[in-house]
C-alpha cells in the first residue's frame, strides 16, 4: 500500500509527496475510545426542574428532518417565521426581533456588550444569580455597574427603582422577570414608563417566565426582552430569542466603537436575521437543525395561544402548590402574587440535606428537581412545571415521589 501511493504522489508533484511522507511516518498516539464503540445511553427522566424541560413530541420529530444550508433560502423562510413567532409571544412590533445561535447567558452577553460602552451606567437588579451574571458582563464591558441587592426571593418596587434611577443616571436597567433561582416574579407594570423619564433604556430578563406568564414587550414599555429556548417553550438548549425597541435600536447603532464581539454585533446579526432590509450578508453558520426546533415550538405555542397557556401554568402551579403545602411543606415565596407560576420554590425542609431528597427522587422515580442555585443554594428545592410539563398529572407524580422521598431520607432530628 505505501509504495503504491508513493508511485501515486511521485505523479502528483512534491507537495503531495510531502503529505505522504508524513501520513507514513507518524502513528497514531490516541486509540479510538472504547465508550464510542457502545451505543449512546440517555436515561428517560420527567424534567421537572427549573429547566431545560421535556422537548414536545412535534419539537422531538424536527431532529429527523435533514439537514438544509444555512443560507438557503427555504432556510431563511424559517427564520423569517422564527421572527414572526418571536414577535408574537413578545407582543412586540420592533423589526430588531432574532433568534441568538446561544443558550440564555450567550443572549444575555449580546443584550449587554451591544448596549453598554465603557462608562456608561448600568443599574443592576441583583436578586439572585442572573442579576449577579449580569453585574459581572457589564463589569467586563467597562461600565460602570451599580447594584441594587436584595437577599433571594426579594423584588424591587417603582419607589426603589426611581431612587436608582436618579441616584445613579443609568443609561440602562435590569431586571429578572422570573428569578427562577428564588421562584420570585418581579412586576413590570410601569417600570419602562419610569425609565424613560430618566432617559434610561428597560432590559428584561424573561427565560424562565415567556409563556407561563403574561407579558407585553411594547405595552409595558421594555426596551430589551430575551428569553431561552429551553423553558416553556420545550425546545433544546442552545438558541434564544431577542428582540430591541426603537430607543434601544438607535443605542446600538450610534455606539462610539464597535462591540468586543464579532459573533454577538448586533447589527451584523440584524442584517443576517433579515432586520434590516438590505441584502442578507454571511455572518456565522447557524445551529440549522435547532431552529427548526425553535420554529415547530414557537408554532406550538401559537396554536395554543398565549393566554391559553397563561391560564394552564398558572392553574397547574396553583395545584401544586396546594399540594405541596398539604405535604406540610413551606413555599419559600411568601406572597402569592409575587410567585413565578412556572417554577416553585420550597423551602428545605429542616433536617434533610436537599441532595437526599432530589437523587432519591430521581433515582426511584426517574423525576428531575433541583436544589437552589447562586444564593439561594441549599434553601431551596425547585420544582418547574414549564410548557407541556405543566400538567396535573405530572402534579400528582412528583407529589408522590415527594411524600415518599420525606418519608425515606434521613433526617437529622437535632
Not at 89 to 104: D, E, P
Amino acid at each position: 500500500m505505501l509504495r503504491v501511493l508513493t508511485l501515486a504522489s511521485a505523479a502528483l508533484g512534491p507537495r503531495t509527496t510531502g503529505w505522504v511522507r508524513t501520513m507514513a511516518s507518524h502513528q497514531l498516539l490516541v486509540a479510538p475510545p472504547e465508550t464510542l464503540r457502545k451505543p449512546l445511553s440517555v436515561p428517560n427522566l420527567l424534567l421537572l426542574g427549573p429547566g431545560p424541560s421535556n422537548l414536545s413530541p412535534r419539537v422531538l420529530a424536527t431532529g429527523s428532518l435533514q439537514m438544509i444550508s444555512h443560507m438557503n433560502q427555504d432556510m431563511y423562510q424559517i427564520m423569517d417565521e422564527i421572527k414572526q413567532g418571536i414577535q408574537y409571544v413578545f407582543q412586540t412590533k420592533n423589526s430588531l426581533t432574532l433568534a441568538i445561535s446561544g443558550s440564555g447567558h450567550c443572549v444575555l452577553e449580546t443584550a449587554l456588550i451591544n448596549l453598554l460602552e465603557p462608562g456608561d451606567s448600568f443599574l443592576v437588579g441583583v436578586n439572585g444569580l442572573w442579576g449577579q451574571r449580569a453585574a459581572e458582563i457589564g463589569e467586563r464591558v467597562g461600565a460602570r455597574v451599580h447594584q441594587m441587592t436584595k437577599d433571594p426571593g426579594g423584588h424591587y418596587t417603582l419607589k426603589e427603582v426611581e431612587e436608582g434611577l436618579a441616584q445613579h443616571k443609568p443609561v440602562l436597567l435590569f431586571l429578572t422577570h422570573g428569578e427562577s433561582t428564588s421562584g420570585i416574579l418581579q412586576p413590570l407594570d410601569g417600570y419602562g414608563e419610569l425609565c424613560h423619564r430618566y432617559n434610561c433604556l428597560l432590559l428584561v430578563d424573561s427565560v424562565a417566565s415567556l409563556g407561563g406568564v403574561p407579558i407585553h414587550m411594547d405595552q409595558q414599555g421594555i426596551d430589551v426582552l430575551y428569553t431561552g429556548a429551553q423553558k416553556v417553550l420545550n425546545a433544546p438548549p442552545g438558541t434564544s430569542l431577542i428582540s430591541f425597541s426603537d430607543k434601544a435600536k438607535n443605542k446600538i447603532y450610534t455606539r462610539k466603537m464597535k462591540p468586543y464581539s464579532f459573533y454577538m454585533d448586533v447589527k451584523s446579526l440584524a442584517n443576517f436575521w433579515g432586520c434590516d432590509d438590505k441584502p442578507r450578508m454571511y455572518h456565522h453558520t447557524t445551529p440549522v437543525t435547532s431552529l427548526y426546533a425553535l420554529r415547530e415550538s414557537l408554532a406550538l405555542l401559537v396554536e395554543q395561544g398565549l393566554e391559553n397557556s397563561w391560564r394552564r401554568h398558572r392553574e397547574a402551579t396553583a395545584y401544586l402548590q396546594g399540594r405541596l403545602q398539604g405535604l406540610g411543606l413551606q413555599l419559600f415565596v411568601k406572597d402569592p402574587a409575587l410567585r413565578l407560576p412556572t417554577v416553585t420554590t420550597v423551602t428545605v425542609p429542616a433536617g434533610y440535606d436537599w441532595r437526599d431528597i432530589v437523587n432519591y427522587i430521581k433515582d426511584r422515580f426517574s423525576i428531575e428537581i433541583t436544589g437552589g442555585l447562586g444564593p439561594s443554594i441549599g434553601k431551596v428545592l425547585r420544582i418547574g412545571l414549564l410548557g407541556c410539563n405543566a400538567t396535573r398529572e405530572n402534579v400528582d407524580r412528583v407529589i408522590e415521589a415527594l411524600q415518599e422521598a420525606l418519608q425515606r431520607c434521613p433526617q437529622n432530628k437535632l
